[in-house]
């Protein structure tokens, strides 16, 4: 039998252990404050590095939000709330891991065209009434570089609403901010704007047709050029945006 010691553990660890029990048992529900520091400390016997260290650990999860001079706060459970967890380490790691970049474009691609799929499925009139408008603001914004980039995120970010499901959403906010650096680094190509303009015009005329083949292929045409505007873009190419567009970025 091999020998498995038996870890000590720290203070602040039991006393994590035991909020994470009332939690989980409802004793505190979502929006509710957690008892006061000095509460904790007379109810667990222990000091108060013991409990901060706990509470800190309990927000840095996401689990409850600390203000100056006020409870800790039991966080309304939400997707933005989960993926908000993830957005720094997620930033790092694209600065710090080159091949990263690459994986996080292959993800994009995998989902949004499952998007626009799951959109031409379910999509209701008022919705696609949406997603025409966001179209129009985007054509709306020719002239103007970062309303141009802005309104063709608002469009793919409507594709996503689509579905239903309210993590898509999330995971498509997360992932713009992920690229935002990106988008704008690339090289204007004058004119290219318009063939964006032409593939959202694309996927929308799929979604509203109620067309899941034509919309899913739409949407992984528009994003694999955007893919290859980026290749070219890494590979330092002075004319990054001939293959694509500009407006300060790929098609989003």
Same mark, same amino acid.
């Given at each position: 039998?091999?020998?498995?010691?038996?870890?000590?553990?720290?203070?602040?660890?039991?006393?994590?252990?035991?909020?994470?029990?009332?939690?989980?048992?409802?004793?505190?529900?979502?929006?509710?404050?957690?008892?006061?520091?000095?509460?904790?400390?007379?109810?667990?016997?222990?000091?108060?590095?013991?409990?901060?260290?706990?509470?800190?650990?309990?927000?840095?999860?996401?689990?409850?939000?600390?203000?100056?001079?006020?409870?800790?706060?039991?966080?309304?459970?939400?997707?933005?709330?989960?993926?908000?967890?993830?957005?720094?380490?997620?930033?790092?790691?694209?600065?710090?891991?080159?091949?990263?970049?690459?994986?996080?474009?292959?993800?994009?691609?995998?989902?949004?065209?499952?998007?626009?799929?799951?959109?031409?499925?379910?999509?209701?009139?008022?919705?696609?009434?949406?997603?025409?408008?966001?179209?129009?603001?985007?054509?709306?914004?020719?002239?103007?570089?970062?309303?141009?980039?802005?309104?063709?995120?608002?469009?793919?970010?409507?594709?996503?609403?689509?579905?239903?499901?309210?993590?898509?959403?999330?995971?498509?906010?997360?992932?713009?901010?992920?690229? $935002? +650096?990106?988008?704008?680094? *690339?090289? &204007? #190509?004058?004119?290219?704007?318009?063939?964006?303009? /032409?593939?959202? @015009?694309?996927?929308?005329?799929?979604?509203?047709?109620?067309?899941?083949?034509?919309?899913? $292929? +739409?949407?992984?045409?528009? *994003?694999? &050029? #955007?893919?290859?505007?980026?290749?070219?873009?890494? /590979?330092?190419? @002075?004319?990054?945006?001939?293959?694509?567009?500009?407006?300060?970025?790929?098609?989003?």
């Amino acid at each position: 039998m091999r020998p498995e010691p038996i870890l000590r553990r720290k203070l602040y660890q039991e006393v994590l252990e035991r909020l994470l029990g009332r939690i989980e048992s409802g004793e505190i529900a979502p929006g509710d404050p957690l008892p006061s520091e000095r509460e904790l400390m007379e109810a667990y016997g222990v000091g108060r590095p013991a409990i901060r260290e706990a509470l800190q650990s309990l927000e840095r999860w996401g689990i409850v939000t600390i203000s100056h001079g006020e409870r800790a706060r039991l966080v309304v459970p939400s997707a933005d709330n989960l993926i908000a967890q993830i957005q720094e380490g997620a930033r790092h790691l694209l600065r710090s891991e080159p091949h990263s970049l690459g994986h996080l474009k292959d993800a994009r691609l995998f989902l949004e065209t499952g998007l626009a799929r799951l959109a031409a499925e379910r999509a209701d009139e008022a919705g696609i009434a949406e997603l025409r408008a966001r179209l129009d603001e985007h054509k709306a914004a020719l002239a103007r570089l970062d309303e141009f980039i802005d309104r063709d995120m608002a469009f793919h970010r409507q594709v996503a609403r689509l579905t239903g499901n309210p993590i898509f959403p999330a995971i498509i906010e997360a992932m713009f901010s992920w690229l $935002a +650096a990106y988008y704008r680094s *690339l090289v &204007r #190509a004058p004119g290219a704007e318009m063939l964006t303009i /032409a593939e959202h @015009e694309r996927i929308l005329a799929a979604i509203a047709a109620r067309d899941p083949d034509a919309a899913a $292929a +739409a949407m992984h045409d528009h *994003l694999s &050029r #955007a893919n290859a505007l980026y290749r070219r873009f890494e /590979a330092g190419g @002075e004319d990054a945006g001939e293959d694509g567009r500009g407006g300060g970025g790929p098609p989003s």
